[in-house]
Structures are given as C-alpha cells and as structure tokens.
C-alpha cells in the first residue's frame, strides 16, 4: 500500500470492498486536534483546525460530522483517554493539570509519578475508534485516536531522567497494544476480509 497522505489513502480505502481499513490517527489524550495546548469550542473542530496540516486533522476532517461530534461529545466533555492508565495526570479540564487540554507535559516534580503509573497501567489505556463513511457512495473504514506526551512542550525539564525515556515508551507501547487489539477484533467482526492497519507514530511532541 503506497501512501498519498492520509487524507488521500482514506478516501481511496473507501472503494476497496475486500478489505477493511484501520487508520490510527495522531491526536491529543483529550481526542482533540489541538497544535497547541487549547481545547476547540463546540463546532469549531473544522474551523480550528483548517490549517493544522499534520496527520491527526487531515484525517478526522475526512468525515467533518463525526469530527465535530467527537470534539462536542469527548474534548469538550472532558475525555481522557489516561483516565485510568495515568491517574496521577489529573483532568483534562483542571487548569495547571499535567494533562490539561489533552496535552502530557510532565514537569520535573511530576514525570517520576507518571512514568510509574504508566508503566503498571500502560493496558488500561482507553482509545476512541469510530466508523466512518466519508461519501455515502464508498464503503466504511475505522479511525482510531492516538496521543504521545508532549515532552516539547515541557519547558525546563531534565530530559536525561530515566523516567522521560520511560513515559513515553510506555504511552507508546499502550497505543499500539490498544491498536493491535482492534486490529483483532476487527478480524473476528469481518471474518471473510482482510484488514489492513495503517499505523502512525503520534505525537512529535514526544521527540
């Protein structure tokens, strides 16, 4: 499968009978597609991310009506997709919060925590995917959100901690774990079609 961009790659999966397409889709904890730490108003997922061009917008505003729903009904309800897995982050919505607006941006005092939680709770991660139907013509295909911590966006902090190698490995490994179970469960609901996983690493921030 050569890539045309993923805004591209999905409108072309939809004319591909045999085989189901999952997309995993760079995004931040909160699913929102923010290129900084802010949280996009009610209906204003499009408008807010008209010139974002990295790959998490490009592919959510494929199917403008399920984007906006996601930004109404998880970003702006306060979703966290580390409610569970990184409990010590706090709330998306609690200003000063490691993980406020969806963004995870530990500090010096904070990432020794996170990286224990993540570490004993990296599978409790939970990941949107939805189905999606960009044309009414073509068939359906699954994005699924995903997020890194924005260690780039952590001013100041000593990067040469163990625990800053550790946070990210981790938050990675419970992307892909979340990913790779979908990918199977996806085998089980279409038992007679291959599925093809479109995997993306998320989250420049982390680097």
């Given at each position: 499968?050569?890539?045309?961009?993923?805004?591209?790659?999905?409108?072309?999966?939809?004319?591909?009978?045999?085989?189901?397409?999952?997309?995993?889709?760079?995004?931040?904890?909160?699913?929102?597609?923010?290129?900084?730490?802010?949280?996009?108003?009610?209906?204003?997922?499009?408008?807010?991310?008209?010139?974002?061009?990295?790959?998490?917008?490009?592919?959510?505003?494929?199917?403008?009506?399920?984007?906006?729903?996601?930004?109404?009904?998880?970003?702006?309800?306060?979703?966290?997709?580390?409610?569970?897995?990184?409990?010590?982050?706090?709330?998306?919505?609690?200003?000063?919060?490691?993980?406020?607006?969806?963004?995870?941006?530990?500090?010096?005092?904070?990432?020794?925590?996170?990286?224990?939680?993540?570490?004993?709770?990296?599978?409790?991660?939970?990941?949107?995917?939805?189905?999606?139907?960009?044309?009414?013509?073509?068939?359906?295909?699954?994005?699924?959100?995903?997020?890194?911590?924005?260690?780039?966006?952590?001013?100041?902090?000593?990067?040469s901690k163990k625990s800053c190698k550790d946070l990210p490995y981790w938050a990675y490994l419970?992307?892909?774990?979340?990913?790779?179970?979908?990918?199977?469960?996806?085998?089980?609901?279409?038992?007679?079609?291959?599925?093809?996983?479109?995997?993306?690493?998320?989250?420049?921030?982390?680097?």
């Amino acid at each position: 499968w050569k890539t045309d961009g993923v805004e591209k790659d999905i409108i072309s999966a939809t004319s591909d009978v045999g085989r189901v397409h999952l997309f995993s889709v760079a995004s931040q904890y909160n699913a929102a597609e923010a290129p900084s730490p802010f949280t996009p108003p009610i209906g204003r997922a499009m408008t807010e991310s008209e010139y974002d061009h990295t790959q998490g917008p490009l592919a959510q505003r494929t199917n403008p009506i399920v984007f906006e729903m996601v930004n109404a009904f998880l970003t702006n309800l306060g979703f966290n997709m580390m409610e569970y897995a990184l409990p010590s982050a706090g709330k998306t919505y609690s200003k000063r919060s490691p993980i406020e607006h969806g963004y995870l941006t530990p500090t010096d005092e904070t990432i020794d925590e996170l990286a224990v939680d993540i570490i004993t709770n990296f599978q409790k991660l939970e990941v949107p995917c939805y189905e999606s139907r960009p044309s009414r013509s073509g068939e359906s295909v699954y994005l699924m959100l995903g997020a890194a911590p924005a260690i780039g966006y952590s001013h100041n902090l000593k990067t040469s901690k163990k625990s800053c190698k550790d946070l990210p490995y981790w938050a990675y490994l419970a992307n892909f774990t979340a990913q790779f179970k979908q990918t199977i469960a996806l085998l089980t609901k279409y038992p007679k079609k291959e599925v093809v996983y479109h995997v993306t690493g998320t989250g420049l921030g982390v680097f």
